[in-house]
């Protein structure tokens, strides 16, 4: 079995491993067009902040080491073409320039994901930063060191880590966002207000709901200005941090898509091409919460993808389960994180969902300390499933939302979650855990409306 895989970050260095340890007579062919393999990309705020002192720690495997595997690591190679039909590729050698042509059995795309670079006047201007790649957060420290004003446009989370890194550098930081609130997509306004006044407090120059309209440089063509649909403001270094697409350019209009481009991909990781898997930031994933496809670019999503094209390349074998986009963020002494979907864009999905939030000492107040834990479930009106959660407190229980993750995917309802064996330990939490307290007041909350009705 000859199998090219094209991209080797997350999904392809899983799908590699797994594929040599369980098919080692496969031959297997990566087609690489960065020098390096499998790079940490949410750990360039941690370097920025000097948390990570060097970028190289950010990997954890390397060409040398799949090649000690068996693999094949065509790096600096460049797919240029994929003929689905006769199942071959056209390859550039980017040092060479030599153009080639290999054939496959099978193809796993594992391409990922490219930054956003939204079509602004002015957005080729020097010292404005992408933040994705090896080379890229090694350009960002550099420049770091000599700006003195930092803008950091898009709040999500690669944005606001980004934020509070330069803040502790001892930067000017404006945090520019088109929506209204930061972390829009991951947190609702009772959660994203605390992180808000956590980060004025440390002095970030917040600009939300604010559009970006023109980037403005010096003579030398080095941005010096960002103009937004507000006003203006001083930046000598530009983070762009709007968000990401899927890199499937080669498959348009050959294989079935999302309307952003995104890989469908079945049960097994096959694409509707049977002989061509998708894993990783390249594809849409399942979203157990809204029961469809959805594009959630995450690296949790990727390595699972890319293991599973291991177990299914010869034949189907084991089912994905489908994701919830559950992920977290510390932001200062804050620990915050969230799992499926939020109220405010419940809409989206077309799903009709009730909320209940409690916000209370995490363990009992005879406890020396006894800090509070907000806490919020979102449901299903009609059914009462859990579809989201939501978790913020200054002890870290992000944990809480990995046991809500698999809730969601396990399909439990409020009442289910009401009555979970939790343990007591006055350490840890309350005789009644905080997450059966807020389903127990979802279902009172419930009860109250029958008995209005």
Known sequence: MRVLVIGCTHAGTAAVKNMKKLHPDAEVIVYERNDNVSFLSCGIALHVGGVVKQADDLFYSSPEELKKLGVTMKMKHEVLDIDTDAKKVQVRDIESDMIMEDSFDKLVMATGSSPIIPPITGVGLQNIQLAKNYHQAKEIIQKAEKATNIAVIGAGYIGVELVEAFEAYGKHVTFIEGADRVLNKY???????????????????????????????????????????????????????????????????????????????????????????????????????????????????????????????????????????????????????????????????????????????????????????????????????LVGAQILSKVDLTQAMNTLSACIQQNMTIEDLAFVDFFFQPHYNQPWNYLNKAALQALEQERDVAVLV
């Not at 061509?276 to 690296?299: E, M, Q, R, W």
Request: aromatic share 8%; hydrophobic share 40%.
């Open 187 to 385: 947190l609702d306004t009772q959660f994203t207000e605390i992180v808000e006044q956590e980060l004025s407090e440390h002095g970030v120059k917040l600009a939300l709901n604010e559009t970006v309209e023109q980037f403005v440089g010096d003579a030398e063509g080095r941005v010096q200005k960002v103009i937004t649909s507000e006003a203006t403001y001083e930046a000598d270094l530009v983070l762009l941090c709007v968000g990401f697409k899927p890199q499937t350019d080669l498959l348009k209009g050959k294989l079935d898509m999302l309307p952003n481009g995104a890989l469908i991909v079945n049960d097994y990781m096959q694409t509707s091409h049977p002989d061509i898997y998708g894993a990783g930031d390249s594809c849409a994933v399942f979203y157990n919460p809204a029961k469809t496809h959805a594009y959630i670019p995450l690296a949790t999503n990727a390595v699972r993808m890319g293991t599973l094209v291991a177990q299914n390349i010869a034949g189907p074998k084991i089912k994905y389960r489908g994701t919830q986009g559950t992920s977290g963020l510390k932001l200062y002494d804050l620990n915050m994180a969230s799992t499926g979907i939020t109220e405010a864009n419940a809409f989206f999905f077309g799903l009709n969902v009730k909320t209940i939030t409690i916000d209370e000492a995490y363990r009992p107040d005879f406890m020396p300390t006894a800090e509070n834990v907000k806490l919020k479930l979102v449901y299903e009106a009609e059914t009462l499933r």
